[in-house]
């Protein structure tokens, strides 16, 4: 078994957070994929999953492995992928599929650039909030977060985003602030389709995490219907932080639960295992991925209200 083998599936078993659901990407049994999950174990000499009753998640030597793995996996690909179109020039027809935040925000504003450098490149981009499959669906690359869905493609984490629960300072004034997880209980959660929280929401500070007890009131699968309802006062949700900061600075929404951390939301770049390699497939998660890079380090921190016991 060659060493890129088993770091990718190491990669696929911590996206998926399932020994079972990493057999089914990787078309093996789960026997098969524990047992190269020990290989790479005693390759390396470190432990790299927590086994637990839930499903797998890295241990500190397993997060180290994960991020070196993606960087070496990536590498190959674009080396390859250069190899291969060498001579070829940017172009023809590039669909791509992203959801609406993500897209508007984002993703719209690089492709556009993308679009003026390259004279022979047709860029065809779909904003979408269901979950698509980029095979059967004909799409050169999918962008999403939270899940992906059932796909025949090849799908990988790109990045994560940092996340925060929010509500409109009226709705706290009516209901109470949270001073502590078990709060949540007496506050309705707006949910997204894809966060599915099946009663429960992890919560972290200090490095301990608290399964929050969590009471939806409303789920959908369009963002603006999730923002008008929060901001109408039907409750809290949450969102990456990027996406409501101004708002959260400038009165609108506040903060819930602000010494407390909420679950990193992953981001996906998803595409056809068929179509094989593709500089523009490539140039694009890069660019996406650049991206996030400077959202997440560059952003200026949010103003939060005082919060009361």
Do not use: C
């Amino acid at each position: 078994m060659d060493r890129l083998s088993l770091l990718e599936t190491l990669i696929v078993a911590l996206d998926e957070g399932s020994l079972n659901r990493a057999a089914q990407r990787r078309d093996m049994t789960q026997s098969a994929v524990s047992q190269q999950i020990k290989q790479l174990e005693a390759l390396v000499g470190h432990q790299l999953l927590h086994r637990t009753a839930q499903g797998v998640r890295a241990t500190r030597s397993g997060a180290l492995v994960y991020a070196h793995a993606q960087d070496l996996l990536g590498g190959f690909d674009r080396m390859a992928a250069e190899l291969d179109q060498m001579h070829n020039s940017l172009s023809g027809d590039f669909r791509i599929s992203v959801n609406s935040f993500l897209g508007r925000g984002v993703i719209g504003p690089m492709l556009l650039d993308l679009d003026r450098r390259h004279d022979d490149l047709n860029i065809i981009m779909r904003i979408e909030d269901r979950l698509v499959d980029v095979v059967r669906e004909n799409y050169d690359l999918a962008i999403r977060t939270g899940r992906l869905g059932d796909t025949d493609g090849v799908g990988r984490r790109i990045a994560s985003l940092e996340t925060v629960l929010f509500a409109t300072p009226e709705y706290l004034d009516q209901k109470g602030r949270p001073s502590d997880p078990e709060d949540l209980k007496h506050l309705k959660f707006i949910q997204h389709h894809e966060d599915q929280t099946k009663g429960f929401f992890p919560l972290t500070r200090n490095g301990t995490e608290h399964l929050a007890p969590i009471r939806v009131g409303f789920t959908a699968d369009d963002p603006d219907l999730i923002m008008r309802a929060v901001g109408s006062g039907s409750g809290y949700t949450r969102a990456p932080l990027f996406f409501v900061q101004d708002m959260l600075r400038d009165g609108t929404f506040e903060q819930v639960l602000p010494h407390w951390s909420a679950p990193e939301k992953d981001v996906f770049a998803v595409y056809p295992s068929r179509h094989g390699l593709d500089r523009r497939r490539d140039l694009v998660i890069d660019g996406v991925i650049e991206r996030l890079q400077e959202i997440r380090h560059n952003r200026p921190p949010p103003r939060l209200h005082a919060i009361t016991a």
